[in-house]
């Protein structure tokens, strides 16, 4: 038995069920302990650039994707958010992406310059790719899960963590379940 499927019916949230399979049972209490767990840094890798000539982070987004080609961005935070069910508003645009683009893409593309800490435009290497599916496209801009755009928003300070809790309200959460 896997150590998942023991740690999950030890604690309740998932019953066994007949042929073998699995039910999740308390979904809650699994996103609860998964967020209480989470760490941004430790689980990522991000490039953060200031965007002097800042459009509409929808539009931003679009123009990430479209420079991208086929290593096509994975948007989460709040351009994700807004796309689901917005609640807060942010001039950032955070993406997760294959690989870091090749030296002045960004730059040039954007306007922009490299920085240490506080970018308005953040491209982020996952160090487990697993964020990149399930994905959701909305309105032809490609979005991480709704349970990694709730996880990714509770740290992100600038009220991602009130976007974050409206965001799991809504009944049409999909939370990663379905």
Do not use: C
């Not at 599916?133 to 709704?146: C, F, K, T, W, Y």
């Amino acid at each position: 038995m896997s150590a998942v499927r023991q740690q999950l019916l030890a604690s309740d949230w998932a019953a066994e069920q007949r042929g073998g399979g699995l039910l999740v049972t308390n979904p809650e209490a699994i996103l609860d302990a998964w967020a209480k767990s989470d760490d941004w840094e430790k689980r990522n890798i991000t490039k953060h650039y200031s965007v002097v000539a800042q459009a509409e982070p929808f539009l931003q987004a679009r123009k990430l994707d479209s420079i991208l080609g086929n290593a096509r961005p994975a948007f989460t935070q709040w351009v994700a958010a807004s796309l689901r069910h917005p609640h807060t508003t942010s001039t950032i645009v955070t993406a997760y992406v294959p690989a870091f683009p090749s030296k002045g893409l960004i730059e040039n593309h954007f306007l922009a310059r490299e920085v240490d800490e506080g970018g308005n435009l953040r491209l982020v290497v996952p160090k487990d790719e697993g964020v990149f599916h399930p994905a959701q496209e909305i309105n032809g801009v490609r979005l991480v899960s709704d349970v990694q755009i709730y996880l990714d928003l509770l740290g992100a300070g600038q009220r991602g963590d009130e976007q974050a809790a409206e965001l799991r309200k809504w009944p049409d959460f999909a939370g990663g379940w379905k």
